[in-house]
């Protein structure tokens, strides 16, 4: 590839149990990447990249570490890959959405248009969180547990209520 200053991420996608190649990209990775690793462990990757760019010291700049260790994931479940234009809902979420170990969770309101672009962005999505675990067994088995709840509904459904949404 070589890469020799900046960023970079490397994607693939598990297809039929095996991991294949999807891109590498010159750049930080998108949806919640940067935030979750400025929570694990302060450093906020474009503002270092940058610092690298234009030669200046990094390395010294490093802050210390979070004072208590997590482990931290993120996850997203895109929308725009759907059949429907609007977003049907997902079942199996609400044992996950109030869970201590959920950092941020994003999900679109049922009913929501859904993009015709590819995207991964939480505001996009039909849902994208960060999560966080006592180990890194932990963080990924609550990301496993939590896909395999979940579920897209097959039949759109009207709109929560106001009442609805703050129950």
Do not use: C
């Amino acid at each position: 590839m070589q890469i020799e200053d900046g960023s970079f991420h490397l994607e693939a996608i598990a297809h039929k149990g095996e991991l294949v190649f999807l891109e590498v990209g010159n750049r930080v990775g998108g949806a919640d990447v940067v935030a979750t690793v400025e929570l694990a462990t302060g450093v906020h990757l474009p503002s270092y990249e940058l610092r690298a760019l234009l030669g200046e010291p990094v390395a010294e700049a490093l802050p210390e570490p979070p004072a208590e260790r997590r482990w931290y994931g993120w996850f997203v479940h895109p929308g725009h890959h759907l059949k429907e234009r609007t977003f049907p809902g997902l079942d199996g979420a609400a044992a996950f959405r109030d869970s201590p170990h959920v950092v941020v969770w994003n999900e679109l309101t049922p009913g929501s248009p859904l993009p015709d672009h590819i995207t991964y962005q939480a505001g996009e999505t039909a849902l994208a969180g960060i999560v966080s675990g006592e180990t890194p067994e932990d963080t990924r088995a609550l990301i496993v547990d939590m896909f395999a709840s979940l579920s897209v509904r097959t039949r759109p459904v009207p709109p929560l209520t106001p009442a609805e949404v703050s129950a």
